[in-house]
């Protein structure tokens, strides 16, 4: 039953509320990994995180069962949006992080 119900819910997103969603996970983690690992990960996090958190969110309806002829001509076009909405606020907790560690 959850597995229905996840696919329905990630097929619901559009661009703007997956793009909220994964800009939201993706600052939380960052700040996370951020305050447990060293700052040399940080820029790394930036990138890994949001791209990670877009990528599985966009596939994973597919990954639960739905049909992924449609998804394929459109990965680019909803994956670079959601990982671009991820990676701006992710950096600017790196640069808030360090700012404040630096003082």
Same mark, same amino acid.
């Given at each position: 039953?959850f597995?229905? /119900?996840?696919?329905?819910?990630?097929?619901?997103?559009?661009l703007?509320s997956?793009?909220?969603l994964?800009?939201i996970?993706s600052a939380?983690?960052v700040?996370l990994?951020?305050?447990?690992?060293p700052?040399?990960?940080r820029?790394?996090w930036?990138v890994i995180v949001?791209f990670t958190?877009?990528?599985c969110?966009?596939w994973?309806p597919?990954?639960?069962g739905?049909?992924s002829? /449609?998804?394929h001509?459109?990965?680019?076009?909803?994956?670079?949006?959601?990982?671009?909405?991820?990676?701006?606020?992710?950096a600017a907790?790196?640069l808030i992080l360090?700012?404040?560690?630096?003082?």
């Amino acid at each position: 039953m959850f597995t229905g /119900e996840m696919k329905t819910f990630v097929e619901s997103l559009s661009l703007g509320s997956g793009a909220i969603l994964v800009a939201i996970l993706s600052a939380g983690i960052v700040w996370l990994l951020c305050s447990v690992f060293p700052a040399t990960l940080r820029k790394l996090w930036v990138v890994i995180v949001p791209f990670t958190f877009a990528y599985c969110l966009y596939w994973s309806p597919v990954w639960l069962g739905a049909d992924s002829s /449609e998804y394929h001509a459109w990965a680019f076009v909803v994956v670079l949006p959601w990982f671009l909405a991820g990676a701006i606020p992710s950096a600017a907790i790196v640069l808030i992080l360090g700012k404040r560690r630096s003082r």
